[in-house]
């Protein structure tokens, strides 16, 4: 079992930018780590994954070039480094985990085991 707890969330206007983090505990062992998110009404859409190392990276078209994702392995956190935000950005973030040895193939929401409860980002234009 893998624990997700994001943080970072907040309120920032239109341009402005944040950080997410999701730490992970439990069985770690996890190759590939991704952050989804969820706007009221619509269905949870993936945003970036990144594979133990950065072997490989994926991002969605809405935020290539704005947002980051990174991870620290020592500390077992993952980063989602956001820019130039804009109101479409406004959602629930979740941090995910796959489970096994798997690298990264993409987004797809059906990779991904485990799930964090998710932090609120809103942004007003």
């Known amino acids: 079992q893998v624990q997700l707890v994001e943080s970072g969330g907040g309120s920032v206007q239109a341009g402005g930018s944040l950080r997410l983090s999701c730490a992970a505990s439990g069985s770690t062992g996890s190759r590939c780590m991704g952050w989804f998110r969820q706007a009221p009404g619509k269905e949870r859409e993936g945003v970036a994954s990144?594979?133990?190392?950065?072997?490989?990276?994926y991002y969605s078209d809405s935020v290539k070039g704005r947002f980051t994702i990174s991870q620290d392995n020592a500390k077992k956190t993952v980063y989602l480094q956001m820019n130039d935000l804009k109101p479409e950005d406004t959602a629930m973030y979740y941090c995910?985990?796959?489970?096994?040895?798997?690298?990264?193939?993409?987004?797809?929401?059906?990779?991904?085991?485990?799930w964090g409860q998710g932090t609120q980002v809103t942004v007003s234009s």
């Open positions: 995910a985990a796959r489970s096994g040895a798997f690298s990264c193939r993409g987004l797809l929401r059906t990779d991904f085991d485990y």
């Open positions: 990144i594979s133990t190392g950065g072997s490989s990276i």
